[in-house]
């Protein structure tokens, strides 16, 4: 069958069949232990704290937040005590300020977000409760989800598409996530398009994942929603990707959103999580996480309270049975490779990837040979041995020249090249210095307009 899609593209072994028939387990510790809250966000403003060391908390209290509208409020998923407001690691190695709390084990619950409100919210109050829970895209990219909800208000939205694709290897959350809770999917997907009252709904799952599609379509009852399976080819779930597979429409390049071209992708956790805030009055306290790779014991999809250590998650799964030689966050496209594994559980922690030397793919770079695969492979259509030469010249103004800001750091090259370049983590480097650069010269524009 003649599936939707896009050009270019790769399809790395799926090695989804580690957790694909493993039900959502839940951990929730009842005995007293850390749990970490780092203050910044992915993508955003970070929050300040606003509670200080030695005070109680219930679990889902409001313990940071920030007035910028790209940011998102932190909660605490358990009830203990601030035990600490100090640097500590996150997932990328980084020392960043966090909120330490000692829970009791107990999970005594805070007033939820109705009782704070006063009343269910009416459709009007959908978007500012969605901010107040804190909820950002839980596919990994943490952009905040209320700003996603509040396009430019000459847009007109008419495709909000749920992001089912779940293209990175290894990873079932979602897989899972839809074949257990369908209802409070749709039903979340529903809320949406009670505020989008102009757009249809649209479930786009990688039809590799065939009960998904099969209970999705059964439980999805209303005709402004409609299941699609996508064809498996990573990065399908990237979101101009699925943009352009579902609607045919290309989202053209930084700085177009995807409101350019009507249209909202949420993740499918996000959306349940909508589900959740809405009916609930529930801030984002948990995730699920898929735990895999051949260095782990008991590979599985574990539902645990943000702020968890990984280290804790892992030994839930049984521990390693073999030394691994790479743990990531996330998947093995788009995930980062961890230094180590006494880090926080947060928001955009999708997967736990732990892999011995049989799978890690540890190979030496060598000379470029011309061969035109990463060109092909670039789903951006971008030249990513040139950006590569480029941004290894420091030469960041042809960069800029050649789209590399519209890079969107999904690996296909580097998987590609014949030579191992490391094509994706030199895109990376020259965006990172772009932006630094970017920042750098609007702090200088607006001292120089203070001083004046
Ligand atoms: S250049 Fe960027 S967008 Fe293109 S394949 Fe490489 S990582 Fe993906
Ligand atoms: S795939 Fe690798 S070897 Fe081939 S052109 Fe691109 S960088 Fe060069």
Redesign the pocket.
């Known amino acids: 069958m003649n599936l939707p899609t896009f050009l270019g593209g790769v399809h790395p072994p799926e090695g989804k069949a580690l957790t694909e028939n493993k039900a959502i387990e839940i951990l929730r510790p009842e005995d007293s232990r850390e749990f970490v809250y780092p203050l910044a966000l992915h993508i955003g403003a970070p929050c300040s704290p606003i509670v200080k060391k030695g005070d109680t908390v219930l679990a889902g209290q409001k313990i940071a937040d920030t007035d910028a509208f790209v940011s998102a409020p932190k909660y605490s998923a358990v009830s203990g005590t601030v035990k600490a407001i100090e640097p500590r690691m996150a997932f990328t190695g980084a020392m960043e300020p966090s909120i330490v709390i000692e829970s009791d084990g107990q999970y005594t619950p805070a007033p939820t977000l109705h009782d704070i409100l006063g009343h269910k919210p009416q459709p009007s109050e959908y978007v500012k409760m969605i901010r107040e829970s804190g909820l950002v895209g839980l596919g990994g990219a943490c952009f905040p989800t209320h700003v996603k909800l509040s396009p430019p208000k000459d847009k007109t939205i008419n495709h909000i598409i749920i992001n089912a694709a779940e293209c990175e290897p290894f990873l079932n959350c979602d897989n899972r996530l839809m074949l257990e809770c369908p209802d409070e999917i749709i039903r979340g997907l529903e809320f949406v398009l009670e505020v989008f009252t102009e757009a249809e709904g649209v479930i786009a799952i990688e039809s590799n994942k065939p009960e998904a599609i099969a209970t999705m379509t059964e439980h999805c009852k209303n005709p402004r929603i409609r299941v699609m399976p996508v064809k498996v080819k990573y990065p399908q779930g990237a979101e101009k990707m699925l943009i352009l597979s579902v609607t045919g429409k290309e989202v053209p390049l930084v700085p177009a959103l995807p409101a350019d071209v009507g249209c909202i992708v949420l993740n499918t956790r996000t959306v349940w999580q909508i589900w959740d805030a809405i009916e609930n009055g529930r801030p984002v306290l948990e995730r699920v996480v898929t735990v895999t790779g051949d260095a782990i014991a008991d590979p599985k999809n574990v539902q645990v309270p943000l702020g968890l250590s990984m280290r804790e998650l892992i030994n839930f799964c049984g521990g390693f049975k073999d030394e691994p030689v790479k743990i990531i966050s996330g998947g093995p496209m788009m995930g980062i490779s961890m230094r180590s594994i006494d880090v926080p559980v947060v928001k955009g922690t999708s997967g736990i990837l732990a892999l011995t030397k049989n799978l890690a793919y540890l190979a030496e770079e060598s000379?470029?040979?011309?061969?035109?695969?990463?060109?092909e492979?670039c789903p951006m259509h971008l030249n990513?041995?040139f950006l590569?030469h480029a941004v290894r010249k420091r030469d960041y103004a042809t960069f800029e020249a050649f789209n590399g800001m519209n890079c969107i750091e999904c690996g296909c090259?580097s998987y590609?090249?014949?030579?191992?370049?490391f094509?994706t983590q030199t895109c990376k480097e020259g965006k990172a210095a772009v932006n630094a650069a970017r920042r750098k010269a609007a702090a200088q524009a607006k001292q120089k307009q203070e001083a004046k």
Do not use: E, H
């Open positions: 000379a470029c040979i011309r061969c035109g695969k990463c060109v492979a990513p041995t590569d090259c590609i090249c014949p030579a191992s370049r094509l």
